[in-house]
C-alpha cells in the first residue's frame, strides 16, 4: 500500500494534531472523546442537556443542528455554487425536472445579489426562518467567490440569521480562514469513507490541482484533505456536523470506523443518511442497480454509532434551494421572478417577537414531558415500540393522516419518547385517484410502528391500518407529541400487563426514494 | 484550434469557467460558450485541457474540428 508521502507530486500535510487540544475542543463541545464515554445527549438532544451554555446558543435554533429546534425553526439554501471538484457516484448533476428532489438538484441558480435578495424576502415572510445555508448544488468551496460574496452580502443586510455551509470537504482546509471570517459557525462535510480502498468504489474523480484524478489515488486525496478540514474548524471552534451516505454493501460496516474517526477528531454531530438511487435519476448507482438501505438498516446502523456519538435522524435530504421548515419545502412561492417582484422590508423586531413565542411554546412543551415522564418513573420493561406521529410543525400531533406528506418517528420505551427518523410518504389525499395504492405506500413506510397518532383520520384508511396492525390513535390531536407518546406508552405497558393485548415486535419499513418535497 | 462545449449536455454549472487559463469560456443563453480564437487546448499552461478535465459530463467538452489543432508559437 503507498504511504501519504508517496503519492506523487502532492503535498500532503501530516494528520495529527495533538490529541490532547482535540479531547479538550470536544469537551468543551459537550462530547467526550475518550473512548466508551460517548454521550448520546449532546448535539441533536431535545434541550440544553449538558451542552455549554455558548454551544447551546450557536444550535438551538438551527433546525439541522438540533433535533428539537427542527419542530419550530425554518432553514433556507440559496443555490449560488453550481461547480463541483468531486465527481460522486450517487450524484448525477445533469438531471433536473420540477418533479426532481434530491440533494445536487436546483430549479434556479442564483447570484450572490440575488440570493441576498431572496433571503431578506423570505425572512420576512418567514419569522421563524433562523438558518441559510449554502450546500451547492455543486460544492460551496469550489465556488468560493459566489459563496463568501453570498455571505457578506446577508451578514450586511439581515445579521441576525445564522449563515453554515455544507461541503465535500476537498477545499476545505483552504477556507477555514475565511469561514472563520464571516462568522460562519456551522459546517457540514460529507464524509463517506475514511479507507481509500472503499472510497475508490464511491468516488470515480476528484479534479484537483489542475488535474483529473482517478481511483484509490483520488480517494486518498479526498480522505486526507476531509480530515485536516475537520481538525481545522474543532481547532477553530467551529461547529462541525458529518454526513454520510450508507451505500449497503460498500461502506456500511465501515460507516461505524467513519462514526470513530469523525468523533475523535471534534465533530459535533454525525447524520447517516440513506442512498438515494433510482433508476430514473440517472447516477452511477442508479443505473448499476446499487439498493439502498432498508429502514431497520439504516437504524441499526444509527443506533450502534449512537453510543460513540449523537447521531441526527431528521435530515430530510434536502435540495440546494429548499425552503421552510425541514419536511416542507416553500421554495415555489421565492423563484427568482416572485423575488424580484416584492417589495422586502426587513424587520428584525417582529421576527424576534415570533421567535419569542416560539421559545414559550418550546418551554411549555419541555414541561409537559417532563411531567409525563414522571408517570414513567419506577417502570421498568424491556419493551420498545416505534409510533409514527403526523406532525406539520410545533411539535404537536397536528396533521391529519390523509394529509401527512411525512410521518415522524418515535421509539418508545421506559426511558421516554425518542425521536428516530422520519419516512417520506405520497400524498394520500390526491382528489380521488389511486387512494389503495397510497394507502399500501404509506403502510410499507412505517411497517415497523405499532401506532400511528393523527389529528384526524377517515374510517376507510382506519380499518386497513388496523388490519396491517398498525393501531391508528387519535386520541391525543393538537397536544405535545412527546407527552402523548409517553402517556400512550404507559397505557401500552398496562394493557400488555393485563393481558389486554400481546406485545409483537414488526416487521422492516422502506424508505422511499427522493428526498423530501411537498407537493 | 479549440475545444467547444456541446450546449444541449451543458448542466451550465460553471466549473470551466474560472479553470481556463485563456479566459475563453463565458455564459450565454443559460450554457456556456468557449471562444475558439482564445482556446490553446491549455498548451503551454497544463498537462490536460483544463475544461475537459473538470466538466462534470463526460464528453461535452471536446475538440471543435471546424478548427485547426492548436500549434503552440515555437
Redesign the interface.
Known amino acids: 500500500m503507498q504511504t501519504r508521502s508517496e503519492i506523487k507530486g502532492i503535498p500532503v500535510q501530516e494528520l495529527k494534531p495533538p490529541e490532547a487540544l482535540m479531547q479538550q475542543i470536544a469537551e468543551h463541545k459537550g462530547c467526550g472523546t475518550s473512548g466508551g464515554s460517548g454521550k448520546a445527549s449532546c448535539g441533536s438532544a431535545a434541550g440544553q442537556g449538558d451542552l455549554s451554555p455558548e454551544i447551546w446558543e450557536k444550535v438551538k435554533n438551527h433546525p439541522c443542528y438540533s433535533e428539537e429546534a427542527h419542530h419550530h425553526y425554518a432553514r433556507m439554501h440559496v443555490a449560488v455554487a453550481?461547480?463541483?471538484?468531486i465527481?460522486c457516484n450517487y450524484c448525477n448533476?445533469?438531471y433536473?425536472c420540477a418533479n426532481e428532489s434530491r440533494p445536487g438538484v436546483v430549479s434556479e441558480?442564483l447570484t450572490p445579489e440575488q440570493a441576498a435578495k431572496k433571503v431578506l424576502a423570505v425572512a420576512s415572510t418567514i419569522p421563524q426562518m433562523t438558518v441559510l445555508g449554502i450546500a451547492g448544488?455543486?460544492d460551496p468551496l469550489?465556488?468560493p467567490e459566489k459563496t463568501f460574496k453570498t455571505f457578506e452580502l446577508i451578514s450586511k443586510t439581515a445579521p441576525d440569521i445564522k449563515l453554515c455551509l455544507s461541503t465535500n470537504g476537498l477545499a476545505l482546509p483552504d477556507h477555514v480562514e475565511t469561514i472563520k471570517k464571516f462568522n460562519v459557525d456551522h459546517v457540514t462535510i460529507t464524509i463517506n469513507m475514511v479507507d481509500p480502498e472503499i472510497g475508490q468504489h464511491i468516488y470515480p474523480w476528484i479534479?484537483w490541482k489542475?488535474?483529473?484524478i482517478t481511483g484509490i489515488e483520488a480517494a486518498r486525496i479526498i480522505t486526507e484533505r476531509q480530515l485536516l478540514g475537520l481538525e481545522m474548524l474543532t481547532a477553530a471552534g467551529i461547529l462541525c456536523k458529518v454526513n454520510s451516505v450508507m451505500i449497503p454493501g460498500i461502506n456500511d460496516k465501515h460507516l461505524v470506523e467513519v462514526n470513530r474517526a469523525v468523533k475523535s477528531r471534534g465533530a459535533f454531530l454525525h447524520n447517516i443518511m440513506p442512498l438515494i438511487s433510482a433508476p430514473e435519476h440517472g447516477t452511477v448507482f442508479g443505473l448499476n442497480g446499487q439498493r439502498g438501505p432498508s429502514a431497520q438498516e439504516l437504524k441499526a446502523l444509527q443506533d450502534s454509532c449512537e453510543g460513540e456519538m449523537n447521531m441526527m435522524r431528521h435530515c430530510r435530504q434536502c435540495r440546494a434551494d429548499a425552503v421552510g421548515l425541514l419536511g416542507e419545502d416553500r421554495s415555489a412561492e421565492f423563484t427568482t421572478d416572485k423575488i424580484m417582484a416584492m417589495d422586502v422590508r426587513y424587520d428584525s423586531a417582529s421576527r424576534q417577537a415570533y421567535q419569542e413565542k416560539v421559545e414559550q411554546e418550546r418551554q411549555d412543551k419541555a414541561a409537559a414531558k417532563q411531567e409525563e415522564l414522571a408517570q414513567l418513573a419506577g417502570e421498568h420493561s424491556d419493551i420498545k415500540v416505534l409510533v409514527a406521529v403526523a406532525t406539520k410543525g410545533s411539535g404537536r400531533i397536528n396533521e391529519h393522516f390523509g394529509h401527512a406528506k411525512e410521518f415522524q418517528i418515535y421509539e418508545l420505551s421506559t426511558a421516554g419518547a425518542k425521536f428516530v427518523g422520519h419516512r417520506r410518504v405520497d400524498l394520500y389525499c390526491q382528489g380521488g385517484y389511486g387512494e389503495e395504492d397510497a394507502l399500501d405506500t404509506i403502510i410499507r413506510a412505517i411497517n415497523d410502528c405499532t401506532a400511528v397518532f393523527v389529528a384526524k383520520i377517515g374510517g376507510c384508511p382506519r380499518d386497513t391500518l388496523k388490519a396491517a396492525g398498525i393501531e391508528p390513535v387519535d386520541d391525543y390531536a393538537h397536544e405535545f407529541i412527546e407527552q402523548s407518546a409517553i402517556a400512550y406508552f404507559k397505557g401500552y405497558l398496562d394493557k400488555v400487563k393485563s393481558g389486554e393485548i400481546m406485545h409483537q415486535q414488526r416487521g422492516d419499513a422502506d424508505i422511499r426514494q427522493g428526498a423530501f418535497v411537498a407537493a | 484550434m479549440a475545444y467547444k462545449i456541446i450546449s444541449s449536455?451543458c448542466?451550465?454549472?460553471?466549473?470551466c469557467e474560472?479553470?481556463c487559463p485563456n479566459n475563453a469560456i463565458r455564459e450565454k443563453d443559460g450554457t456556456y460558450i468557449i471562444k475558439p480564437e482564445k482556446c490553446t487546448e491549455c498548451i503551454g499552461y497544463?498537462?490536460?485541457p483544463?475544461c475537459v478535465?473538470?466538466c462534470?459530463?463526460e464528453n461535452t467538452c471536446v475538440i471543435d474540428n471546424a478548427y485547426p489543432r492548436y500549434q503552440a508559437a515555437v
Open positions: 453550481p461547480a463541483c471538484n465527481q448533476r445533469k433536473d441558480k448544488p455543486g469550489a465556488n479534479f489542475h488535474k483529473r | 449536455q448542466t451550465a454549472c460553471s466549473a474560472p479553470e497544463f498537462d490536460d483544463q478535465a473538470v462534470p459530463v
